[in-house]
């Protein structure tokens, strides 16, 4: 008989572990399950005695998955977030439609769906929710659809290109540079770059090799990035939809030439999700072509 059997394992121990997995140490994921570092600590040791198999590395300073805790994640999330998804649907026929983002939302389509949604579709509210984290929430099951830029690396999803955008880079506006029509990723090489760690899609890669800046600020959201760069302790790259829904005092968002587009992809979760999800998924296409036909 297996250990598991005399240790049985409780969906807040998998909630834990992938708290403690998402924020990289017990401190955090305690702040956000609300819970005790101690009582953390506990529940992680309990699941893991469960399993017969150690998840987390506690050898080194920073704590890290070990080859079993980063594939015990994979299951842990989809897990939860099937649990999530029944229990919503079982609450009401109508429960409401959750879309999350990690910053800028779908960019100048944001209001138009919304409208639209709420036109064609008042029977099922549509929550937008902002969610610092790489799949704005999904691979939590705290949101049914999401938008996120860039690559989307994250298993168990389902991604649709829905655009591009272009890339700006976001300066001080007392920066010299600031001034300028356009600039280049080589214009930005003496900066110190503010990169978003958790949620943004910006790393020192955008450079090439022998291009490449020294200098980095780490921040976790899009508020602590844009008010680094007001108070000109660095500079910044991020996409058009950034500089529109996030108008910042002191920050002056400029054109890059030769800087890749960014992708905006429509992720679901694998699986049976929200009833609506498909329809809003359809929405979100048909809002963006509409954007991109209609002249300025």
Known sequence: MS????HAIELRHLRCFLAIAEEGGVTRAAARLGLTQPAVSR?????ETALSVRLVDRST?????????????????VAVAAFEDAVAAARTTHRPLRLGHAWSAAGDFTTPL????????????????????RTAGLTRGTVDVALLRGPVEAPGLVTELLHRESRVAALPAD???AHRPALTLDDL???????????GTTTLDLWPPAARP????TVANTDDWLATIAAGQAVGVTSTA??????????TFVPLTDAPDLPVHLARREGPGHPSGPDLIALAHEVAAQGRQTPG
């Open 3 to 6: 250990r598991a059997r005399d």
């Open 43 to 47: 529940t992680l040791a309990a699941l």
């Open 61 to 77: 300073h920073h704590l890290a998955l070990t080859p079993e805790g980063h594939a015990f994640q994979e299951k842990a999330a």
């Open 114 to 133: 919304l409208r639209r949604w709420r036109r064609t579709h008042p029977d099922v509210p549509l929550v937008l929710l902002r969610i610092d984290d």
């Open 175 to 177: 920066s010299p540079l």
């Open 189 to 199: 090489r003496d900066e110190v770059i503010a990169l978003n760690t958790v949620s």
């Open 214 to 217: 020294t200098a980095v600020l």
């Open 242 to 251: 950034t500089a529109g829904m996030h108008p910042y005092p002191g920050v």
